[in-house]
């Protein structure tokens, strides 16, 4: 009988979810032009509040596979643990404020029709593939994950799952695209930041019932030695990664991330610079508070309920990303876990609408409107209507990639760690490099690809081949020197064949404006002239 109880509460917010593409898909109907339409599917007619950029970038974030990270982090390393993605991450938040008003210089909806108002259009499609690659197989990631949780409860094997779970989501997208996507964010924002509020509150209750009797939490931290920390060190260590971690984490990481385009995309979609800098703002202070400083908290104290020398290997199997599902089926009750799951869900759906929100994005407008849809004439309701499909393309590529995970040697660390180093060195160099005045199409052209080639390449060499033993072996040691020779292979490439090659005209510099555009009417006139 609990059985039926998971799924009524999953199919009726299913049910809320679609209605909400329903209503988004009337109101774009009810445009008066085609192209009307297609901005909205794509920008939401760049009318988005502040509190809506806010949360619906939260809601994106607030995704399974990096509270999980952040907790295994936690767990394994103890305090030291923040250096793996709490840091770089932090700082990534600043970065965002800082960005703000450059990213909306430039008149062009994504990322890549930047590219090519900077750079040329060869290299809007050279740079499109990268990002739906690392997107998809977030996507994928978060939709395995959330299936091997759940599948057991729902009484259907987790392949089951992946289309159960993807369905609603490839729907509403089509309905709606992007402007489907920021407002369910709104209803996934609530009940993501529910889940993990009450995982906290109730990992602090049984923390405060279980520490070892006249020893507080700090003290029992001091006491502890975490699974992943050398000998000597303790929960409270701030340096059990090493110090070459540091700096290596931000190089490799820090890229990649501060260009992710789902937050470039709702920033350009805000009514003005100032309101997608508060909400920008908005999403700082959520990320601190949950994803960051409660998934941190989370894996701290899940030290105290898995002690590391009595249940790590017998209770968690060895593996910390197992607090979370273990400490969810051993302690919640049947009931409390129907409602976990189903905010689960959409802590979950959250991530996967929005970055396969993305990969349509780049595949459809930025690979197949300059390339097939303008060169052949076709109206623009024509181009919306295959813009739908592509939606629903990108949500199946999603389900079979997640098919495949069980499949790669070391399954969702392959999944995030290629894809890491492709955002970081494939796209974070030519974006950023937009900005440069002296960089050349050659130059961010060449860079993006022998970027993305290293990360590719020495991933494999580093995780498979020389399995961490190399010199200079403190840089083997933090797993991430593939992706750092990428970034500066990427970056070196970039420079010298920019400094080698006539500058970019004039034409191509004034793409980058003085100040930010907010008048929408200019804006969307350059949108037109790049192929929007």
Known sequence: MATVWYWLFLVAYFVVILWIGLSVYRVQKKKETAQEEHDDYWIRGRKTSALLVGMSIAAGWLLLGFITWAIYAAYMYGIGGIWAMVVPWSILLFCMVILVPWVRRIKAISQPQMLQARFGLALRVLVSPWNIIAFTVWSAAEVWTISQYISPKFGVEP?????????????????????????????????????????????????SQRLPEGQGFWGYLQSVTPPGSAEGDNGTSLFTLGIPFIFVSIIALLPGWVIEEDWWLKAQSAESTPAARRGIWANLVYNFIWVLGAATVIGLMALVIYPPSEAFDSVLGGDAYNIMPVFLTTEFPDWALVIMFGLLAALVMSTVATFTNVCALNLSYDILQPLVYRKRG????????????????????????????????????????????????????????????????????????????????????????????YWPQWLADTALGYCVVAVVGGTLTLIVVSLLTPKSPQEKLDAISARPVDDHEEFFAGVRAHGG
Do not use: C
């Open 378 to 469: 076709w109206s623009d309701s024509r181009i919306v209507l295959f813009s739908r499909f592509a939606s629903l393309i990108m949500v199946a590529l999603a389900v079979l990639v997640a098919f495949g995970i069980d499949y790669l040697p070391t399954g969702l660390w392959d999944a995030y760690y290629i894809s890491s180093g492709l955002l970081s060195a494939g796209v974070a160099v030519p974006v950023l490099a937009m900005f440069w005045k002296r960089a050349t199409f050659a130059g961010a052209f060449a860079g993006s690809l022998v970027g993305a080639l290293l990360a590719f390449v020495f991933y494999m060499l580093e995780y498979y081949v020389f399995e961490f033993v």
């Open 159 to 207: 392949w089951a799952m992946y289309i159960i779970f993807s369905a609603p989501i490839a729907i509403y997208m089509w309905m709606g695209g992007f402007h489907a996507v920021l407002n369910s964010n709104v209803v996934q924002f609530f009940m993501s930041i529910s889940f993990v509020t009450i995982v906290l509150v109730v990992m602090a209750v049984l923390v």
